[in-house]
T-cell receptor
Framework: DAGVIQSPRHEVTEMGQEVTLRCKPISGHNSLFWYRQTMMRGLELLIYFNNNVPIDDSGMPEDRFSAKMPNASFSTLKIQPSEPRDSAVYFC???????????FGEGSWLTVV | GENVEQHPSTLSVQEGDSAVIKCTYS??????FPWYKQELGKGPQLIIDIRSNVGEKKDQRIAVTLNKTAKHFSLHITETQPEDSAVYFC????????????FGKGTRLSVIA
């Protein structure tokens, strides 16, 4: 298994543009977590899904952020319109099928200028 | 909800010495406590975890202890090496791959050769 795969790894975009981050979780388990990491706030949970259904999106900063999980093998996190304060590393994480250990992808490093 | 506090925020040790990082949690229902290591430019990687029915767990130079009564757990690294330099995060959750981890703010460990 290739683990959790995220794309893009790095993105630089202008303020106001739409940003879409993608995640392919570990196959066979349909829970998925999106985290954001910043120096000031550390690792914050944005939203998580069980069985492709959003369970808790209270961590999503505002309506500019949205996330979907149309099937067990794919999820997107969208920011529209993007702002400089959205600059951060966005991580996707999922458990392995055989247990509760949660694995992280390598992250999407977003810079909004 | 769960709240995890982590100390210290930075730690410098001489190569070969031991390093200890401490965390406290607030929710007595939490029963799964993983530790992650994050190297520059990478996602957090699980290095060891402990469940609430165990007081201590060891894996080579790394050990974790848990005190459920006091709601604190610690990471111990012995015989530190320069490659141990990284940011370490503790986390807590109810023991389930379907529930999100709540993270501490991280400890930046520097091992000086």
């Amino acid at each position: 298994d290739a683990g959790v795969i995220q794309s893009p790894r790095h993105e630089v975009t202008e303020m106001g543009q739409e940003v879409t981050l993608r995640c392919k979780p570990i196959s066979g388990h349909n829970s998925l977590f999106w985290y954001r990491q910043t120096m000031m706030r550390g690792l914050e949970l944005l939203i998580y899904f069980n069985n492709n259904v959003p369970i808790d999106d209270s961590g999503m900063p505002e309506d500019r952020f949205s996330a979907k999980m149309p099937n067990a093998s794919f999820s997107t996190l969208k920011i529209q319109p993007s702002e400089p304060r959205d600059s951060a590393v966005y991580f996707c994480a999922s458990p392995v099928i055989s247990g509760n250990t949660i694995y992280f992808g390598e992250g999407s490093w977003l810079t909004v200028v | 909800g769960e709240n995890v506090e982590q100390h210290p925020s930075t730690l410098s040790v001489q190569e070969g010495d031991s390093a200890v990082i401490k965390c406290t949690y607030s929710d007595s229902a939490s029963n799964y406590f993983p530790w992650y290591k994050q190297e520059l430019g990478k996602g957090p990687q699980l290095i060891i975890d402990i469940r609430s029915n165990v007081g201590e767990k060891k894996d080579q130079r790394i050990a974790v202890t848990l005190n459920k009564t006091a709601k604190h757990f610690s990471l111990h690294i012995t015989e530190t090496q320069p490659e141990d330099s990284a940011v370490y995060f503790c986390a807590a959750t109810v023991n389930s791959g379907n529930t999100p981890l709540v993270f501490g703010k991280g400890t930046r460990l520097s091992v000086i050769a």
